[in-house]
């Protein structure tokens, strides 16, 4: 089972950059579509971006696309969210998950089986 640990987020003005990480312990992580999702307060929890275990399909929501930027190491254990251009609306709490399944766009949250703790990101205008 794999077992993950957000960290890098924290606060931010607008048009900063933020880089999150997620690592994680296991060994089947090489083998797991990962993906980074947020929540706001008082909203849904919502996808930003997605890989595949090889890093060769990712998927980003059309409110992140340009801006983002999802990746892996696998031989770290570890995935990275690069967020440019920080909005307000970013503001959320951002969550690291694995799912065992094959990438589907867009990510479905219930194929996501393995969760982070989340880590605040906080974006002032």
């Known amino acids: 089972q794999v077992q993950l640990i957000e960290s890098g987020g924290g606060l931010v003005q607008a048009g900063g950059f933020l880089r999150l990480s997620c690592a994680a312990s296991g060994r089947t992580f090489n083998r797991n579509t990962m993906a980074w999702f947020r929540q706001a307060p008082g909203k849904e929890r919502e996808v930003v971006a997605a890989?595949?275990?090889?890093?060769?399909?990712?998927y980003y929501a059309d409110s992140v696309k340009g801006r983002f930027t999802i990746s892996r190491d696998n031989a770290k254990n570890t995935v990275y969210l690069q967020m440019s251009d920080l909005k307000p609306e970013d503001t959320a709490v951002y969550y690291c998950?694995?799912?065992?399944?094959?990438?589907?766009?867009?990510?479905?949250?219930?194929?996501?089986?393995?969760w982070g703790q989340g880590t605040q990101v906080t974006v002032s205008s």
């Open positions: 998950a694995a799912s065992p399944l094959i990438l589907s766009t867009p990510p479905a949250l219930s194929r996501y089986n393995v």
């Open positions: 890989i595949d275990w090889s890093s060769i399909r990712t």
